[in-house]
């Protein structure tokens, strides 16, 4: 007797389990395409959910094909609307760009009427159209592949550069299309080398001026090191702050990168300038570096790519931003391992993280960021219009993260202590009811909803019903 | 009946009124005495050497050249005289009738004892009074308010600008207020239809429950405070930059809502590590919304108790670096602006830029904890009890040096 009721209550158990563990109880599968779609890419589209539906393997399958999808994407050039139109410039059009806004700029100083509009400065114009691709490619599967618009978001945000310095505005488009976007899923040491070689970069955290003590500068005047760029490269893009690098390290690092700097002629818009270099003996983290010129760069950036500090704080990263904000010890270090063991390749690394259970365990849970959430909101409700997408954009600043917008160079945070904040569901139902207004409720959301939420949604009239499906709390959540 | 009879006898009759009066009232009394505190953050580590310049030191002018701010002559453009050691920044010269009027008081070198010169991490020790501890901890300005009886204390916390800043973050929770003019609108919640709905619908997710329900709350009754208080204030000001307008945003909040006695303000833009600029440029037009920003507070916030601590990470290098800029540093200028505050001078210790006093030669040592400035600052401005300082500011000790820093009542 006691025998025979154990089994029941176990079953009991493991319901009341699934219960906690997902408050909003879903078919597997579809619990599964969700967190695919809304994981590996912002939201699950018809077109999306019919090739998860259609793979043998389903939501799992189609997850490790993405990463081989989105890798063959990140190796051909992006497609850009051509509406979009300086996207296509060339670096060295972006700095003519520079210079004649600043031309322009000087000669109507005198005169504060003839100041142009802020919005309608060429370079301003650049950093909308940036914006304006981001906010596309994240919810249009059609102009970018899923995956790649999600690691592109991600390694930007890891190599943040901010739209509000005048000198990167104007390089950000190139910077997203030609240094981050092509290296998502290469080796993590390119990744380095690509942002630290681009003028957005260079700009950004003043490297481009860091010079050896006591070169004499275009105008005459003596000048020297900046150590901006060296603290973040050891601090924020490889090892960490607990990397295990002390202030000597920083001001060696600054010497050993004196010389790269930016050339508006050059194509790649770098160039390394000998007669700025510090030619001194430097150590970095114990390690002698003669005078080899740029060779000494290159070789520090090996060094600190492949630091077992960098694999764990590149696989930690990783995890909070795909499993979960306190993503579980075993899975870290078992991406760090990838990491290390395949020389930093990403697409390693990723095979890894969507084969992983943790990351298909539903207990695992993210609560979306407001960009998350406008991504997935233009992808549920159809390819927007200008004025759409000008309304994201606006959304996005007002919650907090506007595109290309974070000042300092950690990046956004991307947990939900940070975003799940009293305004932000109240925008984000503000948000929902102007995008359901105009177009259909998305109806292939309905599986997703669990049965409580759908019942309460049917109570409402039909104009409210889209808006409610966008703010319900399954949508809140990837 | 002379005089010290009579007084018996009122305070007897006080005394038994009090005798009277429902527990529940002397329970709740609030133990931070009258004022508000409002906390403003300089993000980026603002360069305090520039903001209160060293003018009578030898060393100031040998550290610093494309930075230097000119010792003060009375004319215009350069350093505004303080005293003999120190001239505020022309930039900063509406704050001038502070100091003049006493109320203005600056610690010249303080900091956190932690040595890192990670902003963020900076940034979190301060904002969580734990120096050394990067892992999750509430914010102490949340802490403070939860010292308060119940009643009391959910109803403290207000911050301008920022979607979640973790010096409020933690048990209580505090109204989150968005920079700008959306700030005033209800927006669809406005609508009571929606907002039952919503509420349904989250009434399952303890989380999204809760916080759809502050942000209601605050967005309906920020919107009503800053309705009728912002069109007045505004009095066809043109736009202002986004500190003065945030500074405006919160003493309309926090006059409007009396019980909001705890808040926070921030302003990024501070990393000057190129092209920092001297009587003019990047650092001088921050310092110039910052000034504008202060009076802004300060006209709103001018109770007797009342009280605008202005801080930062940490401090710039002593000296200039190769890109006319400054590196990061370690001792910072931390000011107080209160009529309690013994202002018009500068308290604390102060060695002077001698490279053999510098810490590690290059910056601006830490002489005084950042923690026992404010600590100051709570128990002599807003009577908090010395017993209750270490449930805020672990490890930290009293410095009997900064005593004189607010006047004894």
């Keep these: ?478 | 009946m002379n005089l010290a009879r009579r007084a018996l006898l009122r305070a007897a009759a006080s005394a038994g009124a009090l005798a009277f009066a429902p527990r529940l009232v002397a329970q709740a009394a609030p133990m931070l005495e009258g004022g508000r505190l409002v906390v403003v953050f300089l993000r980026g580590a603002y360069d305090g050497l520039s903001a209160f310049v060293p003018w009578a030191d030898p060393d100031y002018e040998r550290l610093r050249q494309a930075t230097r701010i000119p010792a003060p002559d009375g004319s215009e453009g350069v350093a505004i005289r303080l005293d003999e050691r120190f001239a505020l920044h022309p930039a900063l010269a509406p704050v001038l009738p502070m100091w003049r009027d006493g109320i203005l008081a600056v610690v010249p070198a303080a900091g956190s004892p932690d040595p890192t010169r990670s902003h963020f991490e900076a940034q979190h020790h301060w904002e969580t009074g734990m120096p050394g501890r990067n892992s999750e901890a509430p914010g102490w300005m949340n802490r403070l308010a939860s010292l308060e009886p119940a009643g009391l204390r959910e109803q403290r916390l207000v911050g301008v600008g920022e979607a979640n800043p973790r010096i409020l973050a933690g048990e209580l929770r505090a109204r989150l207020v968005p920079r700008g003019p959306q700030a005033a609108n209800q927006g669809v919640v406005g609508n009571e239809r929606v907002r039952l709905a919503l509420a349904d619908l989250y009434a399952a997710d303890g989380r999204l429950a809760e916080a759809f329900r502050a942000g209601t709350y605050s967005r309906m009754e920020t919107a009503r405070d800053l309705a009728t208080e912002m069109t007045r204030a505004d009095n066809g000001a043109g736009p202002a930059a986004g500190l003065v307008q945030a500074a405006r945003q919160l003493t309309a909040l926090m006059r409007s809502g009396r019980q909001l006695r705890l808040g926070f303000l921030s302003a990024g833009g501070w990393d000057t590590h190129a092209n920092q600029g001297g009587v003019q440029g990047q650092l001088a037009n921050q310092l110039g919304g910052l000034a504008r920003a202060l009076v802004e507070l300060r006209a709103g916030l001018s109770q007797p108790g009342d009280l605008i601590l202005v801080l930062s990470e940490f401090g710039r290098t002593a000296a200039e670096n190769g890109t006319r800029g400054t590196d990061h540093g370690r001792g910072n200028a931390l000011w107080l602006i209160g009529e309690r505050v013994a202002g018009g001078r500068m308290h604390g210790r102060w060695e002077g830029l001698a490279h053999g006093n510098l810490n590690e030669g290059r910056d601006l040592p830490v002489l005084h904890d950042f923690r026992a400035v404010i600590a100051q600052a709570l128990v002599r401005n807003f009577g908090l009890p010395e017993s209750r300082l270490a449930d805020l500011f672990a490890g930290a000790a009293w410095d009997a040096r900064l005593d004189g820093l607010l006047k004894r009542a």
């Design chain 1, 1 to 478: 007797m006691v025998q025979a009721r154990l089994p029941v209550i176990r079953l009991l158990g493991s319901a009341l389990l699934a219960l906690g563990a997902s408050a909003h109880a879903q078919a597997p599968e579809d619990a599964a395409a969700w967190r695919a779609a809304s994981r590996l890419g912002y939201a699950p589209t018809p077109a999306l959910m019919q090739a998860i539906a259609a793979h043998p393997r389903g939501a799992r399958g189609w997850a490790a094909d993405e990463v081989e999808r989105a890798f063959a994407a990140s190796r051909e050039a992006a497609r850009t609307p051509a509406h979009l139109a300086t996207l296509q410039g060339s670096i060295p059009a972006a700095f003519a760009e520079l210079r004649a806004e600043r031309e322009a700029l000087r000669r109507v100083r005198a005169d504060s009427d003839m100041r142009p509009a802020p919005q309608e400065l060429p370079t301003r114009r650049s950093a909308l159209e940036a914006a304006s691709w981001r906010v596309l490619a994240c919810s249009d599967p059609e102009l970018e592949n899923p995956l790649a618009a999600r690691l592109t978001e991600f390694w930007f945000n890891h190599f943040n550069v901010f739209a509000g310095k005048g000198s990167v505005r104007p390089f950000l488009g190139h910077y997203v299309l030609h240094a981050i976007r092509p290296n998502v899923l290469g080796r993590f040491e390119d990744l380095v080398l690509a942002t630290a070689r681009h003028p957005a970069m260079l700009f950004y955290l003043d490297q481009a001026q860091s010079v050896a003590e006591g070169v004499t500068g275009p105008f005459g005047g003596a000048r020297g090191l900046n150590e901006n760029y060296a603290r973040e490269l050891m601090e924020l893009h490889t090892l960490g702050a607990e990397g295990g690098y002390a202030q000597g390290d920083v001001r060696e690092l600054a010497r050993i990168l004196t010389g790269w700097t930016s050339d508006p002629s050059a194509e790649s818009g770098f160039r390394f300038a000998p007669r700025l270099h510090d030619r001194g003996e430097k150590t970095l983290l114990g390690r002698r570096f003669g005078a080899e010129g740029e060779r000494e760069g290159r070789e520090a950036i090996a060094l600190l790519a492949g630091h077992s500090a960098t694999a764990r704080r590149v696989a930690l990263r990783l995890s909070q931003w795909f499993v979960a904000d306190a993503p579980p010890a075993a899975l870290v270090g078992r991406l760090a391992a990838e990491f290390q063991a395949s020389g930093g390749e990403l697409r390693a690394v990723m095979r890894k993280l969507v084969a992983a259970e943790e990351f298909w365990d539903e207990r695992q849970q993210l609560f979306k960021t407001p960009y998350d959430y406008a991504c997935s909101v233009l992808a549920a409700t159809g390819r927007p219009e200008p004025e759409r997408l000008l309304q994201a954009l606006r959304f996005l600043a007002g919650a907090g993260q506007p595109v290309h917008g974070w000042q300092t160079p950690d990046g956004y945070k991307t947990d939900a202590r940070t975003w799940l904040a009293p305004e932000a569901l109240t925008r984000r139902a503000d948000f929902a009811l102007a995008f359901s207004r105009d177009s259909a409720p998305p109806d292939h959301y309905r599986r997703f909803l669990s049965p409580r939420t759908r019942e309460r949604i049917t109570q409402e009239p039909a104009a409210l019903q889209g808006m409610l499906v966008l703010a319900s709390p399954e949508f809140m959540h990837k």
